[in-house]
């Protein structure tokens, strides 16, 4: 379905026109500078990078600031962007820090900064206003009520979710008013990107900060006959897919491999650079050779296609390895630019050169009548033809010499470096620090109070006691049946669901909902159009006070912050900001039923089949609307009896989470909060 005139954008036009009216942009990773100097080799239009900090890929060796420096110059000398991704979650102490580098990478001339964190972003976008801000897939973005969200923030690019199908993403760029990064090739999270806290929670490797310990990646127990590998998926590629992606208006089609070799990422991007160059959809022999460079059993554009099935998953092999082993090595760039020169040596004027394209002229000194050995052609044409060393490699030269001059041969060395340098100045940004601007912190409005909230996932679980207990109850949107104030909507509402989610707020408002709890920016014009009090969800990842300032101005009444922050910066964040102090938190939201992968549909619909892990730890897996699953921790947080440590925190506005319990059980729970009593099971705790 089409989003109706609500989310319609008034300069959606402009941005098809603008989209049709260039080539799109090849974007490429570089986990390192030699991964940086193959995608140039190959052809980047853009390159992406991250600093030794703050970046989702932080376990890749990165750029060190000078690292960086040269690498944005030696990009922009090749008429290639760069962007520096900073898109991790940022923790209240950590902000001068992360302003510092993203200052750093604006001086130092790189054309955009990548960004997780709303919060992040507002405080960049203060500091450096003319800074270009594109938005992480971190960031949970997928649809089109998102973006403009994202460009009243200052955004003017969204990395969509990998998830979104052809039809999605059309609908997308048709009422986006911000452009769109699409990635086409590289690896696929099972997860949406932004909501797993999967390796953060079992593991203490958070995938929000780039440290992810990949647990999708390891083996499962499963029943007879089923995928041990449930959560693996196969490659993406979309290189069958080029002609509709140009014609649909993609801005930016970026390749997944911050953690690849550089040879990985010449290779890569030498055959994406030939297809869009070409505009024609891959041959079946340019598949098999990107899958000779990498892959897991293939590839797959089953989220694209609308094809979700078991063909999407996939492990790496043996083969696949031995196939990757046989890449060629990188032996640096070779790639150079064309220059022409033009020189005049002319009597009673200052030698000059002109380059072209770039139509910059230098001038050298005055030449001097010779006494025995007049300059030629030949040996002005040696000097300046040197340019070993350099970007650029010299198609012509045109020389116009007065006879009877000498110009000593250093000067024409001096006048050929001062070309190179002029030609280099040319390309960079000229910025200072005079563009960064002194601004003040900025914290949240609100204040806590007292306040008991909780989701429940089976509304047959909501006992007397609860009702008497929790201030407000959610229940899940497409179950709820008029028996509690609020609602919680889905992870996920791409812009074809939209229409169907707007009806069922309204229903749900009819029978007496005054309440909605939304994980995403792309949500909460839904919930204030149902006139329904928008309340936020953990999935905003929520983590420092600008942030929590960020979720005050789109709207919301308060906010559930990040599982992931400890009591002190839980303590440390204003406005009117909940924990979780009780049940099992989803780790994962997956496009692809987990379900079908290992049991069947009737126990994945009854809420009766888990991951078992090679521990043997179970985590419980829920079918959630539209047949999306949900993996929940195997242990439920507790602090029934650590209150005080709660109380120390200023932990006054509480969040439970009910997902398996029995009524009995949600009342043993309840029990155990009012009386300050520990749990006859094992939990977790905050820490």
């Known amino acids: 379905m089409q989003p109706d005139k609500s989310t319609a954008f008034s300069n959606a036009a402009g941005r098809n026109r603008y989209n049709e009216a260039r080539k799109p942009e090849l974007l490429c990773p570089a986990g390192s500078p030699a991964a940086f100097d193959a995608a140039i080799e190959a052809g980047a239009d853009a390159i992406y990078i991250g600093s030794s900090s703050f970046n989702a890929r932080i376990n890749a060796k990165n750029f060190t600031p000078d690292e960086m420096r040269d690498a944005i110059s030696r990009a922009h000398s ?9 898109n991790t979650l940022v923790f209240d102490r950590e902000l001068d820090e992360y302003a510092r580098i993203a200052e750093q990478a604006y001086i130092f001339g790189a054309d955009a900064l990548i960004v997780a964190d709303m919060g992040a972003a507002s405080m960049i976008k203060r500091r450096i206003p003319e800074i270009e801000l594109h938005a992480s897939t971190q960031l949970s973005g997928h649809n089109a009520a998102a973006a403009k969200r994202l460009a009243e923030a200052g955004f003017s690019r969204m990395v969509c979710a990998r998830e979104m199908s052809g039809e999605d993403l059309k609908t997308f760029i048709e009422n986006s008013p911000i452009e769109a990064e699409v990635f086409v090739h590289g690896a696929l999270c099972v997860c949406h990107s932004g909501q797993c806290l999967f390796s953060s929670l079992v593991g203490q490797r958070s995938g929000n900060r780039g440290e992810c310990g990949q647990p999708c990646r390891l083996p499962y127990h499963s029943a007879a006959g089923k995928n041990r ?14 002609r509709e992606l140009i014609d649909m208006g993609v801005a930016s089609f970026k390749i997944e491999g911050r953690m690849k070799s550089p040879e990985y990422v010449r290779d890569v991007t030498r055959i994406w650079r030939r297809l869009l160059d070409e505009k024609r959809d891959a041959t079946p022999d340019e598949i098999s050779e990107l899958a000779r460079i990498f892959s897991r059993g293939g590839f797959t554009d089953g989220y694209y296609a609308g094809s979700v099935n078991g063909k999407m998953m996939g492990v790496r092999s043996e083969k696949d390895k031995n196939e990757s082993k046989r890449l060629d090595a990188f032996g640096g760039i070779t790639r150079r630019l064309p220059l022409e020169f ?14 072209l394209p770039h139509d910059i002229t230098v001038f050298g000194d005055i030449p001097e009548r010779a006494v025995n050995a007049p300059l030629d052609a030949d040996t002005v044409k040696e000097k300046l033809s040197k340019l070993g060393g350099t970007s650029y490699e010299l198609k012509g030269i045109d020389i116009a010499i007065d006879a009877g001059l000498i110009v000593p041969l250093s000067k024409l060395n001096a006048l050929r470096r001062s070309a190179i340098e002029a030609i280099e100045a040319s390309n960079e940004k000229k910025r200072s620090l005079d563009d960064i601007v002194n601004a003040g912190a900025e914290f949240p409005a609100g204040k806590r109070e007292s306040l008991k909230t909780a989701v429940f996932y089976n509304a047959k679980a909501v006992t007397r006691k609860a009702r008497d207990f929790f201030d407000i109850i959610y229940l899940p ?7 509690a104030e609020g609602v919680f909507l889905p992870a996920v509402v791409f812009d074809s669901e939209y229409d169907e989610v707007r009806s069922m707020l309204k229903a749900a408002k009819e029978r007496g909902a005054k309440h909605a709890l939304a994980g995403n920016v792309g949500h909460i014009d839904l919930v204030i159009e149902a006139g329904l009090i928008p309340h936020g969800d953990f999935r905003l990842n929520v983590s420092n006070n600008y942030s929590m300032r960020e ?6 009444e308060d906010v559930i912050l ?8 839980i303590r440390d964040i204003g406005g009117r900001s909940l924990a979780v102090v009780y049940g099992r938190i989803s780790l994962m939201v997956t496009e692809k039923c987990v379900g079908k992968e290992i049991s069947d549909c009737k126990s994945c619909a009854d809420g009766k089949i ?14 959630e609307w539209k047949h999306r699953s949900i993996i929940f921790n195997s242990l439920p947080v507790f602090m029934a009896d650590r209150q005080s440590e709660l109380e120390r925190a200023n932990v006054s506005m509480r969040h439970f989470i009910f997902s398996d319990e029995s009524p009995s059980e949600v009342d043993y729970i309840i029990d ?3 009386n300050k009593r520990s749990h006859n099971k094992p939990v977790r705790r905050m820490n």
Request: proline share 7%.
């Open 342 to 355: 033009k020189a005049e040596i002319r009597e009673g004027k200052p030698i000059s050169l002109t380059v």
């Open 562 to 569: 990040s599982p992931e922050l400890t009591l002190p910066r």
């Open 610 to 623: 888990a991951l078992v892990d090679r521990k043997n730890v179970s985590f419980p897996v829920f079918r």
């Open 551 to 556: 979720c005050e101005r789109l709207g919301f």
């Open 477 to 483: 949107l497409d179950a709820y049946d008029g028996s």
């Open 672 to 674: 155990c909060y009012l």
């Open 229 to 242: 590998y449930p959560l693996s998926l196969k490659d993406l590629c979309l290189a069958g897919h080029v």
């Open 78 to 86: 090749y008429g290639i962007k760069v962007y520096i991704a900073a």
